[in-house]
């Protein structure tokens, strides 16, 4: 009970650090659980996370009226454009010496923008195994532990899955390009039917960086960090010379980018292009079940695999309600919500949960989704290639734009 006590004072206190990582090894108890529940009743959560999509959007408001209904906890989603956002924001309050109070709770964050806050020291933990619902938590999935190949450490909560895909309508494109030189020559042969959100957007830099990986095979600079690189230019030649070549075939001759993934969709429906970038294998699925594409959708990945990781949620060092966080964190793992996210009409997310560790009657509920026709199995979606190191999808994305960024 000490420990409990203590450590619902942790919670909340303004501390600069998180709890001892060798006193959360075990995680919470029962009782230790019971106190950061009793801390985070009446909390409000400022959730930073991505607001591009309103079936994300609708997710996360379901998410907020259990977490307010079950345990008290207010959840206000701040709809942000570009992550790099909230981090700026967090950074700038701690060199403001604003250590408590930050105005940023949670954020849904990936790749290079963890690797700034946690290099910057910004984030609060290690929480993440400590949660309760930890012990669902398919640890054999190396991307539950692991961020753009850094360790997470417990400083972040994984929450989905996610393997890139294309979509594309059979009806019109009966055998998509299933590599990225096919993908170059089909474009040529069919200029302005393909092109991809404009980088910076998650989405757009995610399409640089499989063109990469594509092209260059197993590369091991990847994994490293990009100034690391024996040969920058060596290791991105292919690349750039694709997207030379690539652009003026793009849709409207690579002077206009859709700026969002949900743009890409609207392209297809309309008409305008036949291929989209996907991180989500059931967005196709899903956005069928609403009437945004047509019936006939569908996706498929690259002949040697594409790129895989899990969308995690981290807690920032300066936030004042950190046990209310925790608790939006642990129910994002839980099987309610995870069941509700894989369901096709809602969001189509992969889950991070082993079907082996849950209770009977939640793995039934996974077993009994329809997970859409345009979804493909696990085995056809085959074995993730790994990220490269978050690095690299900064200097790809500095680079495109220096190269290929439409001007004002």
Same mark, same amino acid.
């Given at each position: 009970m000490k420990y409990a006590l203590a450590f619902a004072t942790l919670l909340a206190t303004p501390a600069l650090a998180g709890p001892d990582p060798e006193s959360l090894s075990d995680g919470l108890s029962a009782e230790e659980w019971q106190a950061v529940l009793e801390a985070a009743e009446g909390q409000t959560v400022y959730w930073n996370a991505w607001g591009g999509s309103t079936t994300t959007n609708a997710f996360i408001d379901w998410v907020g009226s259990r977490v307010k209904e079950e345990y008290g906890v207010t959840l206000e989603h701040v709809k942000l454009s570009d992550t790099a956002d909230a981090v700026s924001r967090v950074l700038a309050e701690q060199q403001a010496g604003q250590n408590e109070g930050g105005a940023v709770d949670m954020i849904w964050i990936n790749g290079p923008n963890f690797a700034a806050m946690k290099g910057q020291n910004l984030l609060f933990g290690p929480f993440a195994e400590a949660l309760p619902n930890w012990q669902y938590v398919d640890v054999e999935n190396k991307d539950v532990r692991t961020d753009f190949t850094l360790p997470v450490e417990g400083y972040e909560a994984p929450w989905a899955m996610a393997q890139v895909v294309f979509i594309y309508d059979e009806a019109r494109l009966p055998e998509p390009p299933r590599s990225v030189p096919a993908l170059l020559e089909w474009a040529k042969a069919n200029p302005g039917r393909f092109t991809f959100p404009q980088p910076p957007d998650f989405l757009g830099s995610t399409f640089l960086k499989q063109a990469l990986i594509d092209l260059n095979g197993d590369d091991p600079a990847l994994s490293e960090p990009v100034e690391a690189a024996a040969d920058y230019a060596a290791s991105t030649e292919a690349l750039w010379?694709?997207?030379?070549? #690539?652009?003026?075939? +793009?849709?409207?001759? @690579?002077? /206009?980018?859709?700026?969002? @993934?949900?743009?890409? #969709?609207? +392209?297809? /429906?309309? @008409?305008?292009?036949?291929? /989209?970038?996907?991180?989500?294998?059931g967005e196709a699925s899903t956005a069928i079940a609403n009437n945004e594409l047509p019936p006939t959708a569908r996706t498929y990945v690259l002949e040697n695999g594409t790129i895989g990781n899990a969308s995690f949620v981290a807690i920032p060092y300066n936030s004042s309600v950190k046990s209310g966080a925790m608790v939006v964190a642990n129910f994002l793992m839980s099987p309610v919500a995870q069941v509700r996210a894989q369901d096709p009409e809602v969001l189509g997310y992969g889950t991070v949960l082993s079907m082996d560790k849950l209770p009977e009657a939640d793995r039934a509920a996974f077993e009994a989704l329809d997970l859409g026709v345009a979804t493909l199995s696990p085995a056809e979606l085959g074995k993730a290639q790994p990220e490269p190191h978050p690095s690299w999808m900064t200097k790809l994305t500095e680079e495109w734009i220096e190269k290929h960024g439409v001007k004002e």
């Open positions: 010379s694709f997207i030379d070549d #690539l652009t003026p075939n +793009l849709w409207r001759q @690579g002077r /206009a980018y859709p700026q969002t @993934g949900p743009r890409q #969709l609207q +392209l297809i /429906a309309d @008409g305008e292009v036949d291929i /989209a970038i996907s991180f989500s294998p």
